[in-house]
């Protein structure tokens, strides 16, 4: 339970973030596409390392 708490508090961080740029791009006038794209990968990155944070790492990889 305490997993999965830390999980959607750390996607909330990521959704924050993700408003932060939107306001940073406004600011410098830098294309919204491209930061989508940026806040897109960063949030599979994200996604990917909670993935594997819930496995054992032995587990995951096949170590035996």
């Given at each position: 339970m305490l997993l999965i708490a830390a999980s959607l508090y750390n996607v909330a961080k990521l959704l924050n973030f993700?408003?932060?740029l939107k306001y940073i791009a406004l600011f410098f006038n830098i294309d919204i596409k491209k930061v989508a794209q940026c806040v897109y990968i960063v949030s599979i990155i994200f996604?990917?390392?909670c993935r594997m944070a819930l496995f054992?790492?032995?587990?995951?990889?096949?170590i035996e």
């Open positions: 993700s408003h932060i996604c990917i390392s054992d790492d032995e587990k995951f990889f096949g």
